[in-house]
Nanobody, 115 residues
Framework: QVQFVESGGGLVQPGGSLRLSCAAS????????MGWYRQAPGKQRELVAT???????DYVDSVKGRFTISRDNAKNTVYLQMNSLKPEDTAVYYC?????????WGQGTQVTVSS
């Protein structure tokens, strides 16, 4: 059974940093491309960062230079380091494989950037 558990969100001031973690169950993890997605209020869920099984990364333009995705296959965990946070980064953040599978969505973790 595939399950993702996200953690690490919270309230942070503009310019601050957070590190999100996503713990994955299942033996598929090391061979799967993984993604961090986010959904802001009233908006569609969007893919913000991806990492292949070999560690190649890609980012949506709005987070390039500020966010870093990484993975630890031994721990079945993917991370998202978020620096220089902006109010427009406020959203619920989720992880999933890339491309996503709808039934794999977890609860997500709330990130709020506000002064």
């Amino acid at each position: 059974q595939v399950q993702f558990v996200e953690s690490g969100g919270g309230l942070v001031q503009p310019g601050g940093s957070l590190r999100l973690s996503c713990a994955a169950s299942g033996s598929f993890f090391s061979i799967s491309a993984m993604g961090w997605y986010r959904q802001a209020p009233g908006k569609q869920r969007e893919l913000v960062a991806t990492i292949t099984s070999r560690g190649h990364t890609d980012y949506v333009d709005s987070v390039k230079g500020r966010f870093t995705i990484s993975r630890d296959n031994a721990k079945n965990t993917v991370y998202l380091q978020m620096n220089s946070l902006k109010p427009e980064d406020t959203a619920v953040y989720y992880c999933n494989i890339d491309p996503f599978v709808a039934r794999y969505w977890g609860q997500g973790t709330q990130v709020t950037v506000s002064s």
